[in-house]
DNA sequence: AAACCGTGGTG
DNA sequence: TCACCAAGGTT
């Protein structure tokens, strides 16, 4: 069994001299934590995302809204057109919930403690020990993927994920210490990140490699183990473009629940095993070919239409703009049509 | 509690 | 290529 004590004090030796530099943190052991707002938002954000597809929107986000009472004033669709993206976005619509909570019920200013945090809108158990962790010094359990990984390894888990998780929430716990709790955590993940990855661990540069179980059994990336996950069904649908004479393009506000709820979209068809083209609006379609993209639990073919029009109960929004309020898939889809468009301009 | 919910990088 | 993966939360 490795020892708790060592393995803390050479993870947090190793961290304040590794510790990555990030634009939300602070410097290892610093007296000024960051701003619980920043800490908060950088949270958010990087649920499921990466750091390099997350760190341009949180800059042009506390650029834009520096304190969480100006991200409580935005309009829903301003905020909504900048998350558009990063994907999730059901955690763009809690967020500006979150933000608004804070502001109306909680007089602008976060609230220190875990049970709190936990209450506000998309803040869950890993977020809510996150903020209490990083921002406020509160010895929570920050058990995040990384973590799991970790522990899984460290004491090479034989249980697989996810019916690991209570047990691997348990191993953590045994570490968390009100001795600078906030560095701990990022602690665990910058080394979740960039030493024990999920792929060839560097155990070579791993301070905690004296006392992993899962290295002696010499197949570390072997843990987690995890249970398979069903195939992605494929589904295919069509999109329409439609173009004014200003160069315009016909959008529709996406319902607030479901896939990609509360976002701009194009106008579409619904989306299964076979589609029926059915536009929105008559008029003399031309096929643009189509766009593959992959969500989460299904793969999307899309034919792509264009058509001249103007009217109808659209949101007509500037190609430019539209592209940069739009999610991934129908920006794929518009810049389609609109590549497609440019070709028989010069034809 | 299993299913739903994005995107881009990677080997 | 494509399956896997990333600082999860909600229903």
């Keep these: 069994m490795p ?16 510790a990555r530099s990030l634009p939300w943190r602070a410097p290892p052991g610093a007296k000024a ?8 938002l950088s949270e958010v954000m990087l649920q499921q995302t990466t750091v390099p597809h997350a760190a341009p929107y949180f800059e042009r986000f506390t650029a834009r809204w520096p304190t969480v009472g100006d991200l409580a004033a935005v309009e829903d669709a301003e905020l909504m057109a900048a998350w558009a993206g990063l994907g999730y976005y059901a ?4 967020l500006l919930a979150c933000a608004r909570a804070v502001a109306d019920e909680h007089g602008g200013v976060f609230p220190d403690t875990e049970a709190e945090l936990l209450a506000l809108p998309g803040v869950g158990a890993y977020t809510a020990a996150a903020v209490a962790a990083i921002a406020f010094d509160r010895a929570a359990n920050v058990v995040d993927g990384n973590v799991e990984r970790v522990m899984s ?6 249980t697989p994920l996810p019916a690991a998780r209570p047990e691997l929430r348990r191993l953590a716990a045994l570490f968390v210490d009100a001795h600078r709790p906030g560095d701990w955590a990022q602690a665990l993940m910058d080394l ?10 560097s155990c070579d540069r791993c301070p905690l490699a004296f006392g992993c179980e899962a290295l002696k059994t010499g197949t570390p990336e072997r843990y987690p183990l995890k249970t398979k996950k069903a195939e992605r069904p494929r589904r295919q649908g069509h999109a329409y473009v439609l173009i004014d004479g200003a160069g315009r393009v016909a959008l529709v506000r996406r319902p607030d629940k479901g896939l990609l709820g509360g976002m701009a979209g194009l106008p579409t068809s619904d989306w299964g095993a076979a589609a029926e083209f059915a536009p929105p609006v008559a008029g003399s379609w031309r096929a643009a070919g189509s766009v593959e993209h992959v969500f989460t639990h299904f793969s999307l073919t899309l034919e792509v239409h264009v058509a001249a029009g103007e009217g109808g109960d659209f949101l007509w929004t500037s190609a430019e703009q539209a592209a940069n309020a739009l999610p991934t898939v129908f920006r794929k889809a518009l810049e389609r049509a609109l ?9």
Excluded: M
Excluded at 3 to 18: F, K, P
Excluded at 33 to 40: A, F, G, N, Q
Excluded at 153 to 158: D, G, N, Y
């Design 339 to 347: 590549g497609t468009l440019s070709r028989w301009e010069r034809a």
């Design 3 to 18: 020892d708790v004590l060592s393995l803390r004090a050479a993870l947090l030796d190793w961290y304040d001299a590794h």
């Design 91 to 94: 955690r763009a619509r809690n």
């Design 153 to 158: 390894r460290l004491f090479a888990v034989e």
């Design 33 to 40: 934590k960051t701003d619980p707002y920043r800490v908060w």
């Design 192 to 201: 979740g990140s960039g030493v024990c990855r999920p792929r060839s661990p």
